[in-house]
């Protein structure tokens, strides 16, 4: 009588199996108390889980919807990640039994609207992140149910204007992120319910004016974003709700013009991010409520002159950057206001000259980036107000020459950069005083010669105890040494310039002893017989010097039209070590020089060029050669209605030979030259020595 109720129990027991089997059709890694089901193509949540688990995974799978009854068996769940999923539904009271919930991460899903009966039961859950979902709409009400939730996550988003009864409920929050949105209105008192929020990010969405009534219940507010977004106005008292805020990003906008109403209530203000945006003007007294600023960053915007009421009220400022503007005038007084400045980031900008009166009241400055302006003069007392400075980078930029005593008053400086210009003479001897140096830049300049304390000076740099990187070729990045157990890199020395091995570099060259890597990157540029050699490899005696001799100096023949206007090309061929600077002096009495600009110029080669021609550029033209050795010169009469004569060096002029063409008057016309084949030496002058001596100290 009991087969019967034993092959019913058999049935049942099979489809019981069959029923399991489905439902435990995944592979979900539980462990004590945590479960991990991610990645498992589900659609539903599993149901034959342990129940005492508190934290259980979810992600990446296909869930659509989440109801009440999907959680009833886990009510000890304090962690419930669901990223990644496709959930577009949560139903009413979804998650009613989960009041021990903490965290919840809903983040990378498709959820539309958040409704005022969605997190019912959460009353503990602190954490909450909806980021990366589809979200325009937050019900009034939705956060009744999460009085501790702290953190609340909405970046990415579609919300397009906050309301004033979106964050009720929300007394203890202290994290807002809603950047990534397409807010372009924040309503008034729309964050009167979170009065503990901290951190506020607002950034990347579409705000264009701050209003008074905006920020109002943010008494407790730290950290505000508003960068990316179009802001072209903030209006006065924007920032009295908000007396707490150390740090305000306001990068990326539209701002114009900053006004003396615009901070007003940020006395607690330590960080503000104020770049890329369009910023032609800063009023007198913009920063006079924000005393405890210790950061301003104003780069990329468009300024052009600071003046000296511009950073009032900054006393405490440690770190301004000002680079990437257009700043051509730096007015005397400008930095008075900010004392406890360290650092001054100018780089990027029209700088041309570099005063006396710009840096006054930076007492306390260690660094100033000067770097890839336009920067060809230096005047002297420069950085006298600068006594603590360590770091200075001027590479990049049009110098020419390092006046004597500049870098004196700088007894802390270790970092000297000024690599990338056009320096030809630099005071060497002033480095002994500088004992903290030890990084030096002066690659890819116009030095010619190293004076023999210019050894000395980097052989000490090179022993100092710090550590040290050589940089002294055509390499941007510095050249990695290490001696002994020093375990950082540090100093750099001079290369890549174009380095003259005469007579000038004998007492360097003798110092030579091989022990320091700096020895091996000095090259010969000239004289062409050591080109390519190094300076260390060139015996003593063959560093010579030779006077300088005139070849010849000759108007050159055919002489072109230049832009449709007559011009004289004379030619000066000279030869000598080191190469001979040119000068020639012109009918006028006036010199011309390869520095020289306008209507007469003068190459390195010794070709003048003469254009728009007058009649007033017939006559006598000298050329004089000098270099350390001496000096020599030549004429050269040129007359421009009948032909050029050409003189021997001091000797009397030759006649003018007769033209037998035709030409017209008004016209210049030019003969044959005759060349000048052995001009006599300075030292050796037959000719009048008054004539000599006119000719002589014009030019020297």
């Known amino acids: ?49 342990p129940t005492t688990i508190t934290w259980l995974g979810l992600g990446h799978n296909r869930i659509t919807t989440i109801s009440q009854s999907d959680f009833s068996r886990y009510r000890s769940l ?58 325009s709409d937050i019900q009034a009400g939705t956060f009744n149910s999460t009085p501790q939730l702290r953190g609340l996550h909405l970046s990415i988003n579609k919300l397009t204007h906050l309301r004033s009864d979106m964050f009720t409920g929300l007394g203890n929050l202290e994290t807002l992120e809603l950047d990534f949105n397409e807010i372009s209105d924040i309503q008034a008192g729309t964050f009167n319910s979170t ?103 104003l780069y990329n915007n468009k300024l052009t002159t600071l003046r000296s009421d ?53 007492g306390n400055l260690g660094g100033l980036s000067l770097r890839n302006n336009e920067i060809s003069d230096i005047q002297d007392g420069t950085f006298n107000s600068t006594p603590q400075l360590r770091s200075l980078f001027l590479y990049n930029n049009q110098i020419q020459s390092i006046p004597s005593h500049l870098l004196v008053n700088l007894q802390h400086l270790s970092d000297l950069w000024l690599s990338n210009n056009n320096i030809t ?91 320091y890597p700096f020895e091996n990157k000095i090259t010969c540029s000239q004289p062409d017989s050591l080109i390519g050699l190094k ?46 600077d040119i000068t020639v002096t012109l009918p006028s009495g006036l010199n011309a020089t390869v520095e020289s600009v306008g209507r007469v110029t003068v190459d390195v080669i010794g070709t003048v060029i003469i254009t728009d021609v007058t009649a007033a550029d017939a006559g006598l033209y000298v050329c004089i050669a000098t270099n350390v050795a001496g000096s020599t010169l030549a004429t ?9 004569t050409v003189t021997s060096p001091l000797a009397s002029t030759v006649n003018s030979l007769d033209s037998t063409t035709d030409h017209d008057s008004s016209k210049p016309t030019f003969s044959s030259p005759i060349a000048v084949s052995s001009p006599s030496k300075l030292q050796s002058t037959p000719v009048c020595p008054f004539l000599f001596f006119l000719l002589l100290s014009s030019v020297l």
């Open 1 to 49: 009588m009991f087969k019967k109720p034993a092959g019913v129990l058999m049935f049942l027991l099979v489809i019981l199996k069959v029923l399991g089997t489905a439902e435990a059709d995944h592979d979900c890694i539980c462990i004590t108390s945590v479960c991990n089901c991610r990645y498992q193509g589900l659609t539903s949540l599993p149901q034959d889980l």
């Open 636 to 644: 050269l009469v040129v007359d421009l209605q009948t032909v050029s």
């Open 425 to 515: 003479m630099f005071p060497f001897e002033d480095l002994a005083r500088l004992q903290a140096l030890y990084v030096l830049y002066l690659y890819n300049n116009q030095l010619t010669t190293l004076p023999s304390v210019a050894y000395d000076i980097l052989s000490s740099i090179f022993n100092n105890p710090w550590p040290y990187h050589v940089n002294i070729d055509n390499n941007p990045w510095p050249y990695h040494v290490n001696i002994g157990n020093n375990p950082w890199p540090v100093v750099t020395i001079p290369g890549s310039n174009p380095w003259q091995c005469d007579c000038r570099m004998v007492d360097f060259r003798l110092k030579m002893t091989g022990t």
């Open 310 to 362: 511009m950073f009032t009220g900054l006393g405490n400022l440690g770190g301004l950057s000002l680079s990437n503007n257009e700043i051509s005038d730096i007015q005397a007084g400008t930095f008075n206001s900010t004392p406890q400045l360290r650092r001054l980031e100018l780089y990027n900008n029209k700088l041309t000259t570099l005063r006396s009166d710009m840096f006054t009241g930076l």
């Open 195 to 297: 009065p503990q929020l901290r951190t506020l990010h607002l950034h990347y969405n579409k705000l264009s004016t701050l209003r008074s009534d905006m920020l109002s219940g943010l008494g407790n507010l730290e950290n505000l974003h508003l960068y990316d977004n179009d802001i072209t106005d903030i209006q006065a008292g924007t920032f009295d709700h908000t007396p707490q805020l150390k740090n305000l990003a306001l990068y990326n906008n539209k701002l114009i013009t900053l006004r003396s109403d615009m901070f007003t209530g940020l006395g607690n203000l330590q960080e503000l991010s104020l770049y890329s945006n369009e910023i032609s003007d800063i009023q007198a007294g913009t920063f006079n409520s924000t005393p405890q600023l210790r950061r301003l960053e």
């Open 535 to 580: 300076l260390k490899d060139v015996p003593p005696e063959d560093l010579i010097c030779e006077e300088p001799a005139i070849a010849s100096f000759q108007e050159i023949a055919n002489n072109p039209l230049v832009q449709g206007e007559s011009s004289i090309h004379l030619f000066c061929e000279t030869s000598g070590i080191p190469t001979p």
């Open 78 to 135: 304090e962690t419930l990640e669901l990223r990644w999923n496709r959930i577009s539904t949560i139903n009413s009271q979804a998650f009613y039994h989960l009041s021990n919930l903490t965290r919840i991460f809903l983040y990378e899903n498709r959820l539309t609207i958040l409704r005022s009966d969605m997190f019912v039961g959460l009353g503990n859950l602190e954490t909450l992140e909806l980021h990366f979902n589809e979200i």
